[in-house]
Every structure is written in C-alpha cells, then in structure tokens.
Nanobody, 122 residues
C-alpha cells in the first residue's frame, strides 16, 4: 500500500517555473512513479514517468525539454520541475505509483494522490 500527497502547485505567469513534490509512504523505492494532469473538461493525461532508481525517464512530447521528473528514494519523494510554463499546462497534477515496468496509461497505475492545482496565466 502506498499513500501519495502532492504539493507545490499554485498560480504562475507564463514563462515561469514551479516544482511539484509528491511525498510517499510505503515501499517507495520499489515503485515506478508517474505524473499525470487533468484540465477542465479533458481526460487525465500522462506527463512523465521515472523508474525505481531514477535512471529511466519518459515524457509526453509537449513537455519535453521543459519538465524534469526526478526522485529521491531516501526522502520517499518524487518531483516534477516545470519550466517555461504555458497557459495550456494549466491543470490538476497528480502523482501515481505502480509496481513493475514503466507505463504511461492511467489504468496502469495503482495508487494516486489527491492532486495539486497548477494555473498558468497568460
């Protein structure tokens, strides 16, 4: 069982930066971690993922070069550094966890946080 709590969301101007954190309980280091987001009226979508040791990462095309996912297993925390933010990045951001191989589909993740709102003003 893993419990996930996101933080770090807020209101930022276009071009600005935010860093999201997701604190986990349980056997964190054995889980693949992902970040997803959901904008109003849209389906939840994959943003980024990282494998258990942090050596493998994968991003949605629209955030490549702007977002960086990382993890600190000693602190049971995964991060999402978001730079050069755009209005279209506005959404509720969720972290998620799963065992096994890396994945990018919502249904492939077992545990979810409650989400944190990110609003980018243009």
């Amino acid at each position: 069982q893993v419990q996930l709590v996101e933080s770090g969301g807020g209101l930022v101007q276009a071009g600005g930066s935010l860093r999201l954190s997701c604190a986990a309980s349980g056997a964190f280091s054995s889980y693949v971690m992902g970040w997803f987001r959901q904008a109003p009226g849209k389906e939840r979508e994959f943003v980024a993922q990282i494998n258990w040791n942090g050596l493998m990462t994968y991003y949605q095309d629209s955030v490549k070069g702007r977002f960086t996912i990382s993890r600190d297993n000693a602190k049971n925390t995964v991060y999402l550094q978001m730079n050069s933010l755009k209005a279209e990045d506005t959404a509720v951001y969720y972290c998620a966890a799963r065992r096994g191989y890396t994945a990018s589909r919502v249904y492939e993740y077992t545990y979810w946080g409650q989400g944190t709102q990110v609003t980018v003003s243009s």
